[in-house]
């Protein structure tokens, strides 16, 4: 309850705050007060748009996602399993870890086109790289007595991943799997402003050519919404329903 | 079980010498017995207990129990440890317990019959549905023998069990221990660096000499009567000789350090 409290005033604070200094600094067309975007969005709420926006980014946010984590804790096992993989491929993984997704935007609109695709394999190329290294590290850091308790009660080594390895990963691999979530909507909006007919990183990018700054921080503001969604309902399914698993030992 | 001229050395990668751990170790333990592993820290007393586990193979020698040189882990020789870190913190503490029967295919209703009247022969009844973490250490403690003795396996190997807890929690368990030792006539190995512990609990126990290279020194009878008493007279007679001999351990390995 006082938390709710405290979170009403924070959002009531802030708002204040935008309202005046938008009002008091700015000219509205530069800067739009919280009251003009919000009679923006429910503009854009009726045409329609705002919805089928919000659906082709969260669409291609999740399809990146869900498949970028299956490669990435795949991956992530084989590689955490054995420690000549682990070297073998050490220097790509911290190699590639510094180029951004958006470097590799031109170079695979050139191979996959500027449909779907792309969009789907740079963001599926951000998530997997995040959930592969917190899988691996997951991995390696099974505490060896833990293993050797499991394999003095007669655990077979395939059981020992069902049992023990895996169990003991899934709160590393949640941990980077909620961060990717991150850089998938990161990811997504400069894909869409660079070759899109749709999406809220095609709203932002397209309303700057009538300087429709109001339907900008709509876009803005509607990312950080559904990221925050999105995050909250990770957060329940990973604490709440695998608690178990992530609780401190 | 046995071991005959066992020698033990860490693999030298790396640019590390070989580092020589035991050498030349040999001792056997009758099936029943309890016997305790006494020496000062880092001195090699794990590793022992490793090579019997399974968990390492021994460099030169065999370790073998009944006459069958030892190949790996197996559910014969359950193994209790030091810390809290071998149990599954995602398990509640009967599932943590009935994991070995888990593993070899035992019926849901029957492994959890078994593991709640393990729950109860440790003195945890009404904990089963707890997370480890919810436990305090001597609980934790308890919920691994328990893990180790729904197998009923025929040896339990004990590596510092009681070392982290608080002492009165410690001779509690120690009591404990004994009882169900006396129940389950299983054969124990039992390390500690506790002199007084080792007197409570064992039949025999072997003095190990300071590391690297360790060895058992000598072989102690233990002749007191249980249930045992620590301010028995004979029991301060014994505790003063084994200190003497552990002291003078305790220096050369410092003397060595510094070396």
Request: glycine share 10%; aromatic share 8%.
């Amino acid at each position: 309850m006082r938390r709710l409290a405290i979170y009403a005033t924070s959002v009531a604070v802030v708002l204040l705050a935008w309202h005046l200094i938008s009002a008091l600094f700015f000219s509205p067309v530069l800067f739009p007060g919280p009251a003009a975007v919000a009679q923006r969005a429910a503009a854009l709420v009726q045409e329609g748009q705002l919805q089928r926006d919000v659906v082709a980014s969260l669409g291609r946010v999740l399809a990146g996602f869900a498949l970028g984590s299956a490669v990435g804790i795949l991956v992530g096992f084989v590689i955490g399993g054995s420690a000549t993989f682990r070297t073998f491929l050490d220097p790509y993984v911290h190699f590639l870890r510094f180029i951004t997704p958006i470097a590799w935007i031109s170079p695979v609109m050139i191979w996959f086109g500027i449909g779907e695709t792309s969009k789907v394999v740079l963001i599926t190329y951000t998530t997997t790289f995040a959930v592969m290294l917190s899988t691996v590290a997951g991995v390696t850091t099974v505490p060896r007595n833990r293993l050797r308790a499991a394999q003095a009660c007669g655990a077979s080594p395939r059981q020992i991943f069902l049992f023990v390895v895996a169990p003991t990963a899934l709160a590393q691999i949640l941990v980077g799997m909620r961060l990717a979530m991150g850089y998938s909507f990161m990811t997504v909006v400069p894909a869409e402003m660079l070759a899109a007919e749709s999406g809220l990183g095609y709203l932002i990018i397209h309303s700057r050519l009538w300087l429709a700054t109001d339907t900008i921080f709509v876009g803005i503001l509607t990312l950080g919404a559904i990221g925050l969604t999105m995050d909250t309902l990770f957060r329940w399914v990973m604490f709440g329903l695998l608690g178990r698993y992530t609780s401190p030992a | 079980m046995t071991f005959d001229r066992v020698t033990f050395a860490f693999d030298g990668d790396t640019g590390v010498a070989q580092r020589r751990v035991l050498s030349d170790v040999r001792l056997e333990i009758a099936r029943g017995e309890f016997f305790c592993l006494l020496g000062p820290s880092g001195c090699g007393k794990t590793t022992l207990l490793n090579l019997l586990a399974g968990f390492e193979a021994p460099s030169a020698g065999t370790v073998a129990m009944g006459g069958r040189a030892i190949a790996g882990p197996g559910v014969d020789r359950m193994v209790v440890f030091q810390g809290d870190d071998s149990l599954f913190p995602w398990l509640t503490a009967v599932e943590n317990v009935e994991f070995g029967l888990r593993m070899a295919g035992t019926t849901g209703s029957e492994r959890r019959r078994i593991a709640t009247e393990a729950l109860r022969v440790v003195g945890l009844t009404g904990q089963d549905a707890k997370f480890p973490r919810q436990l305090s250490g001597g609980m934790k403690q308890r919920i691994q023998i328990a893990r180790a003795i729904v197998c009923r396996s025929p040896a339990l190997l004990m590596d510092e069990p009681f070392a982290a807890l608080d002492a009165q929690m410690r001779s509690l368990l120690q009591d404990e221990l004994v009882q169900l030792w006396q129940a389950t006539g299983a054969t124990i190995l039992f390390i500690t660096h506790d002199i007084a512990e080792a007197l409570i609990l064992a039949d025999r126990i072997g003095l190990m000499t300071a590391g690297p290279g360790a060895t058992i020194r000598e072989i102690v009878d233990v002749p007191l009567g249980r249930p045992r008493r620590r301010d028995d007279l004979e029991f301060g007679r014994l505790y003063e000789r084994l200190n003497r001999v552990l002291t003078e351990e305790v220096q050369r390995a410092l003397a060595r350090a510094r070396a």
